[in-house]
């Protein structure tokens, strides 16, 4: 279940079934990436803040460059740049990780028992790509995570009411599942998928328990008073982003 806390009185989003897990979902409040003017100063003090709370240096609260990719890296203490990047994995105390959104599907993973996290960007091309169950199999492969162990949060994101897509589009993401079923849909002519629920069937059919997956059920277009969206706000540079410390 998702529910909002604050840091030092600005909106967050967090779930229950990342219990054990410093996490959390940023929100327009609580902001830490923009290209704006207007939006500089607020993001620098949310830096700020975030670090405070974590107890980190700011060079240690880390992103890397997003491009839609599949392509995964492993955190790595001093080192700050991962180009071409969109899916993080997190093995470290000393650092946060955070990736950045507006309307794409962040999806957050965490082993319990090995404590280790992971931030997933699951746009419509990462869904293609599979990056949310490759994240559990690149931590199965090089740190032992048992799929069965896992815990999933998938955040704030377009969902099935809003996002219609292309025929090329649907046939991209409807191959990455076996079950396909209740995924998409037709209406008034224009085809509509549901990127959150194909995350969760990825993760599902790469062994994660249903039960440990939560589904956040704000619609970035929807919701666009607490979310930004790239769609609802002429290609904004705002986003909000999933961070997590261990």
Same mark, same amino acid.
């Given at each position: 279940?998702?529910?909002?806390?604050?840091?030092?009185?600005?909106?967050?989003?967090? &779930?229950?079934?990342?219990?054990?897990?410093?996490? /959390?979902?940023?929100?327009?409040? &609580?902001?830490?990436?923009?290209?704006? %003017?207007?939006?500089?100063?607020?993001?620098?003090?949310?830096?700020?803040?975030?670090?405070?709370?974590?107890?980190?240096?700011?060079?240690?609260? $880390?992103? %890397? *460059?997003?491009?839609? =990719?599949?392509?995964?890296?492993? !955190?790595?203490?001093?080192?700050? *740049?991962? %180009?071409?990047?969109?899916?993080?994995?997190?093995?470290?105390?000393?650092? *946060?990780?955070?990736?950045?959104?507006?309307?794409? =599907?962040?999806?957050?993973? /965490?082993? %319990?028992?090995?404590? $280790?996290?992971?931030?997933?960007? !699951?746009?419509?091309?990462?869904?293609?790509?599979?990056?949310?169950?490759?994240?559990?199999?690149?931590?199965?492969?090089? /740190?032992? &995570?048992?799929?069965?162990?896992? +815990?999933?949060?998938?955040?704030?994101?377009? *969902? /099935?009411?809003?996002?219609?897509?292309?025929?090329?589009?649907?046939? +991209?993401?409807?191959? =990455?599942?076996?079950?396909?079923?209740?995924? &998409?849909?037709?209406?008034?002519?224009? $085809?509509? $998928?549901?990127?959150?629920?194909?995350?969760?069937?990825?993760?599902?059919?790469?062994?994660?328990?249903?039960?440990?997956?939560?589904?956040?059920?704000?619609?970035?277009?929807?919701?666009?008073?607490?979310?930004?969206?790239?769609?609802?706000?002429?290609? =904004?540079?705002?986003?909000?982003?999933?961070?997590?410390?261990?």
């Amino acid at each position: 279940m998702f529910y909002f806390e604050k840091i030092n009185g600005k909106k967050i989003l967090k &779930s229950t079934v990342l219990d054990g897990l410093n996490h /959390f979902f940023t929100t327009r409040e &609580s902001v830490i990436k923009t290209k704006e %003017p207007d939006f500089e100063k607020i993001v620098e003090e949310n830096k700020k803040d975030i670090c405070e709370f974590f107890g980190i240096a700011k060079e240690n609260l $880390i992103h %890397p *460059s997003q491009t839609h =990719t599949s392509h995964i890296e492993v !955190a790595k203490v001093g080192k700050n *740049s991962y %180009p071409d990047t969109d899916g993080l994995i997190l093995t470290n105390k000393e650092q *946060s990780i955070y990736l950045n959104f507006a309307d794409c =599907t962040p999806v957050i993973i /965490f082993d %319990p028992v090995k404590n $280790i996290g992971a931030v997933s960007h !699951a746009g419509w091309r990462g869904t293609a790509g599979n990056i949310a169950s490759k994240t559990v199999e690149k931590m199965q492969k090089e /740190f032992g &995570s048992n799929p069965c162990d896992l +815990k999933c949060a998938i955040g704030p994101a377009i *969902s /099935f009411c809003c996002y219609n897509v292309g025929e090329e589009v649907l046939e +991209k993401v409807k191959i =990455t599942v076996k079950n396909f079923d209740g995924l &998409s849909e037709i209406r008034e002519g224009n $085809i509509y $998928i549901d990127l959150k629920g194909i995350n969760k069937q990825q993760l599902i059919e790469v062994g994660v328990k249903p039960e440990n997956i939560d589904v956040c059920p704000y619609c970035t277009v929807c919701n666009n008073d607490l979310f930004f969206s790239y769609r609802n706000e002429n290609a =904004t540079t705002n986003r909000h982003s999933a961070v997590i410390k261990l």
